[in-house]
C-alpha cells in the first residue's frame, strides 16, 4: 500500500490538493457553532494517533494539530527532540522505524529538511512536514483555505509575497501551478527565493515574476503576503533588519496594490518591523481566519494521510 507523505506541495498532484481544501472547508462549515473540544460527527480518526516531534519552538503547529487530532476523535504524543534518544544521537532512520510501530502517523517540525525527508523514507506511516528550513507546505493551504473563505477565487488571481524569500515563500512557489495563481515576489538579491523552486513551478506552468523592490511586486495584487524578516536560527539578525526594511508592509504598499487587496502573515508578526500594526490589526488583515484555518486545514492534511 502507498504511504501518503505530505512533505512539500510541489509533489502532490493539484486534484488531490484541490480536494484537501474542499474537506478543509466542509469540516468547518459543519462545526459551526460547536465547542471547540467536541469531536467530530463521523469521528473519522476515533483509535488513531499522532506523533508530534518538535526541533524548533511552535504555538501555532503544535495547538492546531493536537486539537485536530482530538476533534478527529484520535490522541497525539507530542516531544522535543531533546526529550527523545535524536538528541543523543539516534539516527532519524531508527527512530521512524521505532515511532512506525508505536503510532498511525507522525508530523515533524524539523530544523533541517533532509532529516524530515529521510525520515519520511524509513518510516511505513504517513509523515507531515510541520516547517522545515526549506518549506511550509501546512501553512500555505491553510494560507489558500482562508483566500478562499473571504471570496477570492484562486485561478487566475494575483498573489504577492514581499521580504525574505524564505519557506513559506518556497511554499507557496510550490503552490502556484497547482492552484493557477500568479506570484509577484519582492525581495533583494541576497534573499530571493531558491531558483530550484522558481525553475520547478515555471516548468508546470506557474506564473512566478521576481522583482528587486516591493512597490512592483504588489501592483495590482490582490494578496499581500509576508513573514518575519528574522526567523528561528538566523543569526545576522541586524543585517536582516538594514536590508529589509525597505520592504516592510505599510498602508502605503497595500495602496499600491488592488482597493480591496487582502493581507497575510503566517505569525508571529513583528509590528513595526516586517509590517505596521495599521495594516496587520486593519480590515485588510485575514491573519486571525489564517491563524484558525491552521487548524481546519491540517485536519483534513491528516484524513488524507491516513484515507480518511
Known sequence: ??????IDLWQLPSHELRAILDQAHAMKRARTGWPKGKVDADAPLEGHTLAMIFEKSSTRTRFSFDMAMRQLGGSSITATSSDMQLGRGETIEDTAKVLSRYVDAVMIRANDHGDVESFAEAASVPVINGLTDRSHPCQIMADLM?????????????????????????SMI????????????????????DDEDVILAREEQGRIDLFDTAEEAVVGADVVIADTFVSMGDKDADERLAELDPYAVTEELMELADGQAKFL??????????VD?????????????????RLHAQK????????K
Not at 500500500?1 to 505530505?6: K, L
Not at 471570496?151 to 519557506?167: H, S
Not at 480590515?283 to 491563524?291: H, I, T
Not at 483534513?300 to 484515507?307: F, K, T
Open 277 to 293: 500594526a495599521e495594516v496587520i490589526d486593519g480590515p485588510q488583515s485575514l491573519v486571525w481566519d489564517e491563524a484558525e484555518n
Open 174 to 193: 510550490h503552490a502556484a501551478p497547482k492552484f493557477g495563481f500568479s506570484l509577484a515576489i519582492g525581495t533583494p538579491d541576497r534573499y530571493a527565493p
Open 300 to 307: 483534513a492534511i491528516l484524513r488524507w494521510c491516513l484515507s
Open 146 to 170: 482562508t483566500l478562499e473563505e473571504h471570496g477570492l477565487t484562486l485561478e487566475g488571481a494575483r498573489l504577492a509575497w514581499v521580504g525574505d524569500g524564505n519557506n513559506v515563500c518556497s
Open 1 to 6: 500500500m502507498t504511504i501518503r507523505h505530505f
Open 265 to 274: 502573515h503566517c505569525l508571529p508578526a513583528h509590528r513595526g518591523e516586517e
